[in-house]
T-cell receptor
Framework: DAGVTQSPTHLIKTRGQQVTLRCSPK?????VSWYQQALGQGPQFIFQ???????QRGNFPDRFSGHQFPNYSSELNVNALLLGDSALYLC????????????FGSGTQLSVL | GENVEQHPSTLSVQEGDSAVIKCTYS??????FPWYKQELGKRPQLIID?????GEKKDQRIAVTLNKTAKHFSLHITETQPEDSAVYFC????????????FGTGTSLTVIP
């Protein structure tokens, strides 16, 4: 049973570019959350998707957008990249109804030059 | 919104000693408090969690205590081993289903053999 898988594992972009990160949730999970983890900091909540809709959103600008597909996989898009967007982006999945806990992927390390 | 503070930021203990990490939260609506262990370059992994209707929970060498009145919770690791060395994060949320988790800033634990 695969856990949460994310791609790519590493990515280098330049300022102003756009990036798309991908996530496949743990088998059986229907909810995907995205977190940004800056170096030496705890993860910061970006948003959560359930039933292909954005269910909750943290304090991130509109440059950060997402999508969830019918198979529950998800994408995180970031437009107009800034140097400060450099971070580890973590995807986490869970089940809205039930006792399944939040399960994290290994993340995508984004470097903006 | 919720604010989670975590102390200490770094902690060194001798193998076999105990380690204690403390967190405080601000929102009395928070009722789920997980602890994650993150080894270098790896995903955060849930090690123990506690709900607000419970004051203490133990799992082998790991225990968590919660004081709802004071809005603080602590992680206790007994008989520490070198493999316990990692960064530990506390978090607070309304529930376990993936609603926005608010993370502390992390504690880097080093267990000295």
């Amino acid at each position: 049973d695969a856990g949460v898988t994310q791609s790519p594992t590493h990515l280098i972009k330049t300022r102003g570019q756009q990036v798309t990160l991908r996530c496949s949730p743990k088998s059986g999970h229907d909810t995907v959350s995205w977190y940004q983890q800056a170096l030496g900091q705890g993860p910061q909540f970006i948003f959560q998707y359930y039933e292909e809709e954005e269910r909750q959103r943290g304090n991130f600008p509109d440059r950060f957008s997402g999508h969830q597909f019918p198979n529950y996989s998800s994408e995180l898009n970031v437009n107009a990249l800034l140097l400060g967007d450099s971070a580890l982006y973590l995807c986490a999945s869970s089940l809205v109804d039930g006792n399944e806990k939040l399960f994290f992927g290994s993340g995508t390390q984004l470097s903006v030059l | 919104g919720e604010n989670v503070e975590q102390h200490p930021s770094t902690l060194s203990v001798q193998e076999g000693d105990s380690a204690v990490i403390k967190c405080t939260y601000s929102d009395s609506a928070s009722n789920y408090f997980p602890w994650y262990k993150q080894e270098l370059g790896k995903r955060p992994q849930l090690i123990i969690d506690i709900r607000s209707n419970v004051g203490e929970k133990k799992d082998q060498r790991i225990a968590v205590t919660l004081n709802k009145t004071a809005k603080h919770f602590s992680l206790h690791i007994t008989e520490t081993q070198p493999e316990d060395s990692a960064v530990y994060f506390c978090a607070a949320s309304w529930d376990h289903t993936g609603n926005q988790f608010y993370f502390g800033t992390g504690t880097s634990l080093t267990v000295i053999p």
